[in-house]
């Protein structure tokens, strides 16, 4: 499906995906989101991929990932490739030792055998870390290797942005309250950036080796990026990794305009049978995006639902109703000259209004409202 790319210098871009083994539809959904979006402010769309990993080898999985986008028709204008800008990530690493966010600390740290683990002592039961390792009789196991992580006194290298004066720009809006609330908690914490096992992004402090987080590094990818509007989406189960991403982006002088935007969680119904992946390929193209976007974006929910009426309303339109629901859905709105991003992109998703466009396709009249 063609776009019409009138803000030149404007972007959204997704989170970087992970590709797994086995696919899982939501993988699709913020893709889907960005993809629409970008039509209707009228910006280039980027997908971006996270392949760099210590432990699986994302690049067996990539091209299952890739087919299932281009048979849902997940037409994003680009896609950016993490081991593919390894040179700039390692380069913003090295500007953030530079400038003294990245500094060499002895610290009590709390590791595995396998290095798994390898946090600061204390960390245990933090939202961050918490998917790893598994508490037992108070004291911490690894998830991998089973075995009880212990703790040593050492240097390694922390990242402090104590002096930022952090702002958030994030939708919704209760979402940049939230990351606010991380930063009064974080903001003068020395957060571990440096791991024991072997990265692949080596940095040397005083003439010490280290090996950086793989995860740390991915978190300056938005200085790849040449646009100097971008809109970020993500789900809202990523708002700490939205925070630091923001945080960093401050911490690296980046003056781009970035907007955050986290999509909330959406769940099958609880009252009736709901298998998303058939019931998604059973809608055409254009009618399966705007089921995704008229069902998963409303900022008015912390979690949405997938509609059993929406899906039945749409899966009865014909196919020009349905081509229509979609060109009215994806026409770009007009930008006036001194609207802010974060005004374009609450003005976009306000007036992309599903339930009030259906009613128009179905009884064969246009508005001038989404215009």
Not at 14 to 24: N, S
Request: charged letters at 30%; proline letters at 4%.
């Amino acid at each position: 499906m063609q776009k019409n790319i009138v803000n030149s210098d404007m972007a959204v871009i997704t989170l970087p995906m992970k590709p797994h083994r086995k696919e899982k539809i939501g993988m699709i959904v913020i893709p889907s989101i960005a993809d629409v979006l970008a039509k209707r402010i009228g910006a280039k769309s980027y997908l971006g991929i996270n392949l760099m990993d210590s432990y699986v080898k994302r690049s067996d999985f990539v091209d299952d990932y890739y087919n299932l986008l281009y048979q849902m028709d997940i037409d994003v204008d680009d896609v950016w490739v993490d081991t593919e800008n390894e040179p700039e990530l390692f380069s913003n690493v090295q500007k953030l030792i530079d400038n003294g966010f990245i500094k060499e600390k002895k610290l009590k740290v709390l590791r595995c055998p396998c290095g798994v683990i390898d946090m600061k002592s204390g960390s245990a039961n933090d939202f961050v870390t918490k998917r790893s390792y598994i508490m037992k009789d108070n004291e911490v196991y690894c998830k991998e290797c089973g075995e009880k992580c212990r703790d040593s006194i050492e240097k390694v290298l922390v990242f402090n942005a104590s002096n930022i004066d952090f702002k958030s720009k994030t939708l919704p809006s209760r979402i940049a309250k939230d990351q606010l609330e991380f930063h009064k908690r974080l903001k003068d914490e020395d957060i571990l950036v440096s791991r024991v096992r072997d990265t692949k992004v080596p940095v040397v402090v005083n003439g010490t080796k280290y090996n950086i987080d793989i995860d740390f590094a991915a978190l300056t990818y938005l200085s790849c990026f040449d646009e100097n509007q971008r809109v970020i989406i993500g789900s809202n189960h990523h708002v700490y990794q939205m925070y630091m991403m923001q945080l960093l982006q401050q911490c690296l002088g980046n003056e781009s305009e970035n907007l955050y935007v986290a999509v909330p969680y959406v769940r099958p119904p609880a009252d009736v049978p709901f298998d998303l992946k058939k019931e998604l390929f059973s809608l055409s193209n254009s009618s399966r995006e705007s089921y995704i976007f008229g069902s998963a974006f409303k900022f008015k929910n912390t979690v949405n639902t997938w509609s059993p009426d929406l899906l039945k309303c749409i899966g009865k339109l014909n196919e020009s109703e349905a081509q229509r629901l979609y060109e009215k859905m994806t026409t770009p709105i007009t930008i006036s000259k001194d609207e802010s991003l974060e005004k374009h992109v609450n003005n976009a998703v306000n007036k992309t209004n599903i339930q009030r466009m259906l009613n128009e396709v179905r009884n064969k009249k246009d508005s001038e409202y989404e215009k």
